[in-house]
């Protein structure tokens, strides 16, 4: 029965790939494994370990942060400043982590990343990639998003019909997408109104108001006819650094969309709501 002890000669092996034996150590442990193929092998097998937990542990670093924790992030108070020691009084730490380490790291990492996703299931309101596969909306907010990247990186061009219109901006909008509207004053918070575009997003037409806030953000309501007039509640999907709340109206879809770091998108998609 296997008593749960490291051998060995699986420490000296682990000892070998973490570059932690001297010449002498090494020498020895080489003349081993050339006459015992098991040491072969097991070096072989922890090798493997090895490149299996240090590609685990980079595919997890380009995993997308969630808006959660953005925002969490993004809310939270600032940290004490650090006090920095003096040369000799720093603690010296490993530059190369050992391939125990590793693995146990990447086990530890896995449970955490299990235990977020199993809680984040059972919240409503949140998307995933998944979820939007089977999607009718997939089209319209693949659109919506890509047409935010590009126009909100616009300065002269930001907009085609500027605030100062407003009146035509609302008779414009409605003859050409059938959606009536309001244009929200969002003014106390924070936000001033630019003016409107219209583009076309999952083959409709699709009216757009742009607001920017006090960090030169541009935060745009996007609407068009009801696409999916089912749907109940809003909902937040995350593409890269661009964070959309979704929402059904009577006769219109809607999406407001800004920088996934903005933590106060939700409270401004639901304030919109009542208004536009």
Not at 8 to 37: C, F, H, K, Y
Not at 86 to 91: E, I, K, L, T, V
Request: aromatic share 6%.
């Amino acid at each position: 029965m296997h008593d749960g002890r490291v051998k060995p000669i699986d420490l000296q092996v682990s000892l070998l790939l973490d570059g932690e034996l001297t010449d002498n150590e090494r020498e020895a442990l080489e003349a081993i494994l050339q006459q015992d193929p098991q040491a072969r092998a097991r070096l072989e097998e922890l090798r493997l370990c090895d490149e299996r937990a240090r590609k685990s542990f980079e595919d997890m670093l380009k995993e997308p942060v969630s808006l959660d924790l953005v925002r969490s992030i993004r809310t939270a108070t600032p940290p004490r400043r650090a006090v920095r020691l003096p040369g000799s009084a720093r603690p010296r730490l490993p530059v190369k982590p050992s391939v125990t380490a590793i693995i146990t790291a990447s086990l530890v990492m896995f449970a955490l990343g299990t235990s977020a996703g199993y809680m984040l299931a059972g919240r409503p309101g949140m998307t995933t990639y998944a979820d939007l596969a089977g999607d009718p909306n997939k089209a319209w907010l693949d659109d919506v998003a890509s047409h935010y990247r590009l126009f909100s990186r616009q300065s002269r061009h930001l907009v085609e019909v500027p605030a100062i219109e407003s009146a035509h901006i609302v008779d414009w909008l409605m003859a050409t997408t059938g959606v009536s509207f309001r244009i929200p004053d969002l003014s106390k918070e924070g936000l001033q109104f630019l003016g409107a575009r219209l583009y076309s997003a999952g083959g409709r037409p699709v009216g757009q108001l742009i607001y920017r806030n006090g960090d030169s953000d541009v935060i745009a309501i996007s609407f068009t006819k009801s696409i999916a007039p089912s749907e109940t509640g809003m909902r937040e999907v995350i593409r890269d650094d661009i964070g959309l709340v979704v929402w059904q109206g009577l006769q219109a879809s809607y999406v407001l969309t800004g920088p996934s770091a903005d933590a106060m998108l939700d409270t401004l998609a639901s304030k919109v709501a009542g208004i536009i």
